[in-house]
């Protein structure tokens, strides 16, 4: 069964940092890419951040200005997306997604095979 468990989000005080995390399991983890998407109230989703498992290939958007960094740790089949300088517009729900490499626009939501529940980061100011 595939799985895909983000945790780590909470409240924070703008100008903050969190660490989320992605455990993946029930897939080989080394042939897929992981992405993080977000989805704040009322808004659509958009893509965060991608890193390819294998390589370790990252993209992230342009909007985030460098405050976000992506990392894996194979051993423990699990992503991080550390989240720096937080800002209230960061506030949304934070997903991570799974999908075979090579699948073209990293931050395009139907390109991905497995999603996760989510967790939600909310920042205060």
């Known amino acids: 069964e595939v799985q895909l468990q983000a945790s780590g989000g909470g409240l924070v005080q703008a100008g903050g940092s969190l660490r989320l995390s992605c455990a993946a399991s029930?897939?080989?983890?080394?042939?897929?890419?992981i992405g993080w998407f977000r989805q704040a109230p009322g808004k659509e989703r958009e893509g965060v951040s991608y890193i390819e498992n294998d390589d370790g290939t990252t993209a992230y958007a342009d909007s985030l200005e460098g405050r976000f960094t992506i990392s894996n740790d194979k051993a423990k089949n699990t992503v991080y997306l550390q989240m720096n300088s937080l800002k209230p517009e960061d506030t949304a729900v934070y997903y991570c997604a799974a999908r075979i490499p090579s699948s073209g626009w990293e931050f395009e939501d139907t390109s991905y095979d497995y999603w996760g529940e989510g967790t939600l980061v909310t920042v205060s100011s």
């Open positions: 029930g897939f080989t983890f080394e042939d897929y890419g």
